[in-house]
């Protein structure tokens, strides 16, 4: 079994800065893309940054040129930085990894999510 856990959320005021960190640990062989996505209240859950395995990263357009997402492949860990914070921002966040578990006949991949982070942005 694998466990994706989140940290880093909080309250900041509007044009602050928070790191999110995800710390996948368990039956892992290797993992492939990790991404953020929030949540917000009465909103459906969206993609906010993603990054590949070798490093190539995917932003939605509203967080371009403010936040930055990147993995530690060692530690199994993935980071988002968040400047220039808006009320907008306001969500709970959620990791999401594709794990990979075994080799060869025996490799299976899903898509892991941790339990969320709130992050509140107001003055």
């Known amino acids: 079994q694998v466990q994706l856990v989140e940290s880093g959320g909080g309250l900041v005021q509007p044009g602050g800065s928070l790191r999110l960190s995800c710390a996948a640990s368990?039956?892992?062989?290797?993992?492939?893309?990790m991404g953020w996505y929030r949540q917000a209240p009465g909103k459906e859950r969206e993609l906010v940054a993603e990054?590949?395995?070798?490093?190539?990263?995917n932003y939605a357009d509203s967080v371009k040129g403010r936040f930055t997402i990147s993995r530690d492949n060692a530690k199994n860990t993935v980071y988002l930085e968040m400047r220039s914070l808006k009320p907008e921002d306001t969500a709970v966040y959620y990791c999401?990894?594709?794990?990979?578990?075994?080799?060869?006949?025996?490799?299976?991949?899903?898509?892991?999510w941790g339990q969320g982070t709130q992050v509140t942005v107001s003055s």
């Open positions: 368990g039956s892992i062989f290797s993992i492939g893309v």
């Open positions: 990054i590949g395995s070798r490093g190539n990263t």
């Open positions: 999401n990894a594709y794990i990979i578990t075994g080799v060869g006949s025996t490799s299976r991949g899903y898509p892991s």
